[in-house]
């Protein structure tokens, strides 16, 4: 079989309606991201995570999923509280390797109230069931662009 041509995108910052049509597709469309972070000692960590697209920014919320201690806080907030950065990772894998693809949206990262953020939470809900369901209580993480990179074959 023919290797497939890749085709990287342009680095686009802080806008993702400047990302290629197939780009933000996949940022719609996949229901899985990986967010990679920072830990307290500075090691990398990255999460699967629930996430949608609203305002041009990246929405993820902490559900009611059991936590190993349900008095302290979540890890993945206390490493955003200390290093308030991260990547967000979006893929596409098929074993024919001409459907591969992936966008990462890099930036600064905020710890928002539920309740402050009602558009973000009704993304959340349009595009996962269980959150129609019962919505998160969150909080969220919204993740601010400043940098997106994106590939395919």
């Known amino acids: 079989m023919p290797r497939p041509c890749a085709y990287r995108c342009p680095e686009v910052t802080g806008n993702l309606a400047e990302l290629p049509g197939w780009a933000r597709e996949l940022l719609e469309r996949e229901r899985v991201a990986r967010l990679g972070l920072l830990d307290d000692r500075d090691r990398p960590r990255v999460l699967p995570v629930t996430f949608a697209i609203h305002g ?48 990462q949206v890099l930036g600064g990262t905020m710890i928002v109230p539920a309740a402050e953020a009602p558009g973000a939470l009704d993304a959340l809900a349009q595009k996962y069931e269980p959150y129609r369901r019962e919505r998160p209580p969150g909080p969220l993480i919204r993740i601010e662009p400043q940098r997106t990179l994106c590939w395919r074959a």
């Open 56 to 103: 041009g920014r990246v929405w993820s919320a902490l559900d009611r999923k059991p936590k190993r201690d349900p008095d302290r806080e979540p890890a993945r907030l206390r490493y955003l509280h200390r290093r308030p950065q991260a990547a967000l990772t979006v893929d596409r894998y098929s074993d024919d390797w001409s459907q591969l693809a992936w966008v």
